[in-house]
Structure formats: structure tokens, C-alpha cells
């Protein structure tokens, strides 16, 4: 029962890199979602995506890329690393009737140095 | 547009019960959830209420909504220890059930 997986749990990286952040869910949720996490300001949303083939903006998407290709990935792109991404970032899945709350899973801790 | 709003600090000694309290602006949200963030951890709901209900009790924990003001509260009773961690406030917003969204969260100390 591993409900929502997110690797790796810690990553360093230069200004400039570009790296995947992976999700997996495997409850067959329809809704997946990345947020980061910084310091004083709780969650936000970077994007999401309501099923297979479609993905959204959030509240802060610029410097990140998605996709979903299956309902049980929802990988997230920084194509260019900077400083101001380092944050803490959790990818949430939930069903598709929206009335069970969202599932998260443990984060991933980025450092962009 | 939506905000969620919760103190920061809440520090209580053991055994005392603690009252979290989380203010929010949208009042067309559905559901209202608490999640537990422990140190180094993910998010872990504890409880949340549909916008129609006025209280839930789930053991030690009770909800209390008052949607006249958008006030919402999670009292959590007999605290141990083992409840030190930041607790997040969150609503569906007016996107139906597209997002949610967070409050700063508050950081509750207990003390032996």
C-alpha cells in the first residue's frame, strides 16, 4: 500500500541544471498536483493535472515543466536551476469526484546552489 | 482572491487542550482540512469538514466551522508531546475541487 511515491527524498544541484522531480501514485487517481513549500508562506501549487494527457498551471509554474503520459506518473521538470527554487516540493493525488481529500507524499528537499 | 490565515506559534504544556485557528476568505469552499506536518515529514490529514456541517469529532480532535465568519478551528484535547508539529489549515477555494489552498501554517510546541 505505497499511496503516493516521490524520489529522490533529497537532491543538490548547480544554477543551471535541469532535473526531474518523480511522482507515482499507485490508487488510481485520476487528480495529481505539485506544490513547494517554503518558509512562511505554506503550500503552493506549481501545476496540476485532472487525468492522463492533461496538465494545468497553478499558483507559481514558471521555471517548471509537467507531464502525464499514465494516471500513476506525474513527473516535474526544472529545465534551468536556480537559487530560488530551492524549497521542499510534495506531489499530491486525490480521486476524481473530489469528496476524499488528497494524498501526499513525503517531499523532495531541493538545494540549488 | 483566496487567503487562508493562521498564526504562526501555539505553545501549550501537556495535557492542556489546544486551539489552532485558521481564518479564510473564499466562502464558497466545499471542504476544509487539517493536515499534521511533523519535522522532516510530508503532509498527513488529520481531519477535514464539508462546508454544510458546523462541528466533527474525531477523538481527541474536534472541527469547529462558523462559515459566517470563515472561521475555522481544530481543538485538539489531552495534547502530548507527540502533537509538536506544524498544523496547515487548507481549502478547496472556488475552483471546485481543483486546488487547495494553504494557510502558513502554526507550529505548535508542547512542553512536558
Known amino acids: 500500500n505505497a499511496g503516493v511515491t516521490q524520489t529522490p527524498k533529497f537532491q543538490v544541484l548547480k544554477t543551471g541544471q535541469s532535473m526531474t522531480l518523480q511522482c507515482a501514485q499507485d490508487m488510481n487517481h485520476e487528480y495529481m498536483s505539485w506544490y513547494r513549500q517554503d518558509p512562511g508562506m505554506g503550500l503552493r501549487l506549481i501545476h496540476y493535472?485532472?487525468?492522463?494527457?492533461?496538465?494545468d498551471q497553478g499558483e507559481v509554474p514558471n521555471g517548471y515543466n509537467v507531464s502525464r503520459s499514465t494516471t500513476e506518473d506525474f513527473p516535474l521538470r526544472l529545465l534551468s536551476a536556480a537559487p530560488s527554487q530551492t524549497s521542499v516540493y510534495f506531489c499530491?493525488?486525490?480521486?476524481?469526484?473530489?469528496?476524499?481529500?488528497?494524498?501526499f507524499g513525503d517531499g523532495t528537499r531541493l538545494s540549488i546552489l | 482572491g483566496e487567503d487562508v490565515e493562521q498564526s504562526l506559534f501555539l505553545s501549550v504544556r501537556e495535557g492542556d487542550s489546544s486551539v489552532i485557528n485558521c481564518t479564510y476568505t473564499?466562502?464558497?469552499?466545499?471542504?476544509l482540512y487539517w493536515y499534521k506536518q511533523e519535522p522532516g515529514a510530508g503532509l498527513q490529514l488529520l481531519t477535514y469538514?464539508?462546508?454544510?456541517?458546523d462541528m466533527k469529532q474525531d477523538q481527541r480532535l474536534t472541527v469547529l466551522l462558523n462559515k459566517k465568519d470563515k472561521h475555522l478551528s481544530l481543538r485538539i484535547a489531552d495534547t502530548q508531546t507527540g502533537d509538536s508539529a506544524i498544523y496547515f489549515c487548507a481549502e478547496t477555494g472556488n475552483t471546485g475541487f481543483q486546488k487547495l489552498v494553504f494557510g502558513t501554517g502554526t507550529r505548535l510546541l508542547v512542553s512536558p
Open positions: 469538514i464539508f462546508s454544510n456541517m
Open positions: 473564499d466562502s464558497s469552499s466545499t471542504y
Open positions: 493535472s485532472v487525468g492522463a494527457g492533461i496538465t
Open positions: 499530491a493525488s486525490r480521486d476524481g469526484t473530489g469528496r476524499q481529500p488528497q494524498h
